[in-house]
Nanobody
Framework: QVQLLESGGGSVQAGDSLRLSCALS????????MAWFRQVPGKGREFVAG????????LYPDSVKGRFTISRDNAKNTVALQMNSLKPEDTAVYLC??????????????????WGQGTQVTVSS
């Protein structure tokens, strides 16, 4: 059974940085495309960043491009999200996701078959 466990959330001020981490257990990490999504109450999951199995290809929406960086360590079974220049609108629960269907990252949440419980990120102005 694949499990994902996020860590690193917290409360910060606008302009600060935060680093999230997600550990995968119960599967072969290098076989999964990985991604981060975020969700606020009453809204669907928003794609934040994705990375392919080797770590050589990544994808970001315009809302975070240049501020967020996704990376993975296949030896440690972890994927990280470095978030810089945080804004109040980045406030959300951040969820780690794994896809056994695809190598290259994709924005649609339906392509990811494993999800973590999420970690709260709160950015105050």
């Amino acid at each position: 059974q694949v499990q994902l466990l996020e860590s690193g959330g917290g409360s910060v001020q606008a302009g600060d940085s935060l680093r999230l981490s997600c550990a995968l257990s119960g599967g072969t990490f290098s076989m999964y495309g990985m991604a981060w999504f975020r969700q606020v109450p009453g809204k669907g999951r928003e794609f934040v960043a994705g990375i392919n199995r080797s770590g050589g290809s990544s994808l970001y929406p315009d809302s975070v491009k240049g501020r967020f960086t996704i990376s993975r360590d296949n030896a440690k079974n972890t994927v990280a999200l470095q978030m810089n220049s945080l804004k109040p609108e980045d406030t959300a629960v951040y969820l780690c996701a794994a896809s056994s269907y695809r190598d290259e990252p994709i924005r649609g949440p339906t392509f990811y078959n494993y999800w973590g419980q999420g970690t709260q990120v709160t950015v105050s102005s």
